[in-house]
């Protein structure tokens, strides 16, 4: 298997958004750009020049923006925004279907203040000063209070803001990567003592209720989610493993090479596949990027290929979307390759 590269942008300066059929990235002067994905010349639809540049949040009902406390929604072909919720007194902790909140802490008294109101009409549901707690975050599409250090997190009903139960770990134990849910079931992967002599663990709890479904040794912090089969799957420094989300087993736990050097947030989910890249240093000493791709059904690796950069570049972990593979690097440029036939 051999993929070509059909396509280069430059000047591609925020990392990547796809959504829609179309991908959006700002350049270096604050203009973001839209470009068909459906198309086989990939034409540039939009581009349009903001004050500053903006985090976009893709969500499975439209693409989001949080500005200065305030909520916005984007066209991803006109690229316009409509302002949809204007802050009151913090910044945004939470968007949901029917719920929108916002947080702000108070450093003299170390409460953190939560409102939450009614996405549909704006209307206040409750505000609480949370006393002693430093966060609210948005966690699977639910609200949860928390420390700086989240040792600890305690969810609440968005419709009063009262506790709906609370989990703890133990002492010296924090959330250490990234949280996922599936099927009613938080994944938690959590680290107690410090790196590199630290222990990883990965939990499986009941979102509805905070019991504890199975805890088992961790591997990796940070997954990708096949919601199509409930697994994880991890990939770093050679190890590769999947597991079942809703046991949390490992089905598979191996060792696919001691050539690559991975690490675990560089790799995501397409067509029958694990696409990853690598950064690998030479015995002369030299940086040459590679990207490539394990197959999720035999669970061995496909092909690896030499990303077409210069020596020392970098790059970002690949986005696959309808044959293509999308690969910016540290210099700002995007490449699109194409699988040959």
Known sequence: MIWHKIREIKNVYASLTLVSDRFLFFDTENN??????SEKDMPEIEKRHFDKSFLLNVKKNGVFVYRDGSIYTLNPTSLRLDQIWEGKFGRVAHLGQSHICEQLYDRNSKAVR???????????????????????????????????????????NLDTGKESWTYSFPEGEKVAGDIYLYEGVLVVPSMAGQAPDSNDYLRGINVESGELLWKRDGSFQYYQLERSSGYLYGFAHGLYEVTDIESGEKLVDKKLTNDLWVSQHMNSLGDGGLYFVDGTHTNMGMFISKFGKINTETHEIEFIQKLDVAEGVKAEPPIYHKGRLYIKDSM??????????
């Not at 700002?332 to 036939?341: A, G, M, N, R, T």
Request: charged content about 20%.
């Open 332 to 341: 700002d440029v995007l490449h699109i390759y194409e699988e040959s036939k």
């Open 32 to 37: 973001l750009h839209s470009y068909s994905c």
């Open 114 to 156: 939560v409102g939450c109101y009614n996405r549909h009409d704006g209307n206040e549901l409750w505000k609480i000063d949370f006393h002693g707690h430093r966060y609210a975050r948005n966690i699977a599409g639910k609200l949860f209070i928390t420390d700086i250090n989240f040792t600890y997190f305690i969810c609440l």
